[in-house]
């Protein structure tokens, strides 16, 4: 049963309204409520702040606006007025740019107008090495694959290439792959470039890595015939100047006169409207040469093979016109090619024929003898009785052999090469030694010993001939026969060019003349002549030259010439050697001219220390004499005169 309370649910306590909240918090008082705090005095209302007069801060104001703008004013009218000339001349400077025009360098040409230098269109090959990273090629081996692709072309070792295309400044952006490229090693470099393009157009994985290759016209020095004739011709330095030889001498003819162009740019490309002004290139001249090519070609040849053959340590052979003085041909052995530096010997740079000083031997005889003939101390048919051994100073004088007594003729000590008989001849061209050592020496300087050859050739020496007052005992002697003397090829030459033109010696010469770009040829000036001795004298040693080489008394048989009368004299002379200032082998020579009596061509050849087989001139050097002067004959269209020798006499019966 449920029980039921009497008492009332409580009721649900309903809100009324809020009361109203005094200030401070507390509310309105009721019953019981505290009674409220008295107000306290009254604050007072805050103050309002007056704004002071804008018109001083308008002045302020105006007054900067004012400077500034006179400022402005100021250097407006300095720009425009003052200094407009000036700023007018930096805008144009900046606006235009001025390009060089390089002139092109002359060609050099045989007598025959046959090329021997030349200049061709080629390229440098560049490359912008931030194009090979892996930005911009999405691989990491650009410059290995580039690489890789360039050495064939260009000759070069792949990892040398490759370093120059990845080089330590990342900012680089130009670096010279290769100087002075054909166009042919343009073309192929171009082709791999369209052929890597069209590859990666039409698949996505592929890369052109020789997108970063460019080439920059540039010229290009050629040498047709490589070797031939290089110590002439000289060689052009990567800087286009010439760097030796005829090409250096020669140079502000070759090279002509650079022009220029003068442009409106604006970033970086040239305005059409705007004119230019042009200063035209002025190309070099061409040279022409006294070289005749085939016969240099026949000298180099021939020398060439004897130096190896000999295994000597080189060589040299001169050919020469005897009526001119013009040089048909000047051969080194070893030469070098001037369009391949990198891969020539620095030895044998240079033109050696010019610049090495050497002892003659007894290729000077005819020196002597051209004294002893001049002087009228004898002729070629004198006797002159030659012992074994001469005495003569602190020294015992010798001849090549050992032989008995000899009874010679003035001829037949040339035609034996006695240097006993020299000595003996030449010591009668004074009173004492001592005057004629200065005879003697007065003839070797008007054959042109101890100067120089007047070809004004870069690096030629001018030999070495002391004045007699300084010859030592010694020199007094040997200098009659070719030592304690020095002379170049050119001028052991020149002396045979002397006597075949009847005694009078005409300075060599290598230019022709030069053909400016009006195609005008401009002969070269006449050279020097210099009467030496008289025309009988000189036709007088032709004759004894004839024994040397047609008598078989004679130390020059090998020389002879089917149908030709031959003039020469053979030379062994001890050879200083240039590293240690000592005697060290031989100098091997020959001198000689043909026809002997009409003289025509000097051939002149000279090996410098041969270690294999004879080194005796005459066997060594007589045989390129032969084959050099037929060659030279036959170039030449020279007849045999078809007169008979001299064959003047060797030895006398006591």
Known sequence: MTEVSDREPPRRRVPGPARPVRPGGGRRPGPGARPARRPGPSRPAPRAFRLGSPRPRLRMIGLALTLVLAAFVVRLLQVQAVDAGTYSAKAEQNRYVVHTLPAERGGITDRNGVALATTVDSYDITADPTMFTREQLKVDDGPEQAAALLAPILGQDPEHLADVLRPKNEKLRYVRLARRQTPQVWNQIKDLKTALTTKAETDRSAVNVLAGVFADPSSKRVYPGGDLAAGILGWVGADGKGGGGLERKLDKTLAGEDGKIRYAQSGGRQVPTAGSTETPAVPGSDVELTIDRDIQWAAQHAISEQVKKSKADGGYVIVQDTQTGEILAM????????????????????????????????????????????????????????????????????????????????????????????????????????????????????????????????????????????????????????QGVSVNALQAASIYSTIANGGVRIEPTLVRGTKGADGRFTPAPEPKKTRVTSEKTAKTLARMLESVV?????????????????????????????????????????????????????????????????????????????????????????????????????????
Not at 400 to 418: E, F, M, Q, R
Not at 431 to 460: D, H, I, M
């Open 331 to 482: 051969a080194n052995a070893p030469s070098f090619d001037p369009g391949d530096l990198a891969h020539a010997d620095p030895d044998a740079l240079g033109n050696a024929a010019l610049q090495d000083a050497f002892e003659p031997g007894s290729t000077a005889k005819v020196l002597s003898m051209a004294a002893v003939l001049e002087e009228n101390v004898a002729t070629p048919g004198t006797h002159i009785t030659v012992p074994n051994r001469l005495k003569r100073g602190d020294r015992l004088f010798k001849d090549d052999i050992d032989h008995p007594t000899w009874y010679l003729t003035l001829n037949g000590v040339l035609a034996k090469s006695s240097n006993i008989g020299t000595i003996m001849a030449t010591g009668e061209l004074g009173k004492t030694q001592a005057e004629a050592n200065k005879v003697l020496y007065s003839y070797l300087r008007k054959f042109g010993l101890g100067g120089y050859s007047g070809l004004g050739f870069p690096g030629e020496t001018k030999g070495i001939l002391a004045p007699p007052d300084q010859w030592s005992t010694s020199q007094q002697y040997t200098i009659p026969f070719g």
């Open 550 to 654: 047609d008598d078989e008394e004679g130390t020059g048989t090998k020389a002879r010439i089917p149908g030709y009368r031959v003039a020469g004299k053979t030379g062994t002379a001890n050879r200083v050697d240039p590293a240690t200032g000592k005697y060290h082998g031989y100098t091997s020579s020959f001198a000689g001219f043909a026809p002997a009596d009409k003289p025509r061509v000097t051939v002149y050849c000279a090996i410098q220390n041969a270690t294999e087989g004879s080194y005796f001139g005459g066997q060594i050097c007589g045989p390129i004499y032969k084959q050099v002067m037929e060659f030279a004959l036959k170039t030449l269209q020279v007849p045999p005169t078809g007169a008979d020798p001299a064959n003047l006499p060797v030895t006398f019966k006591p």
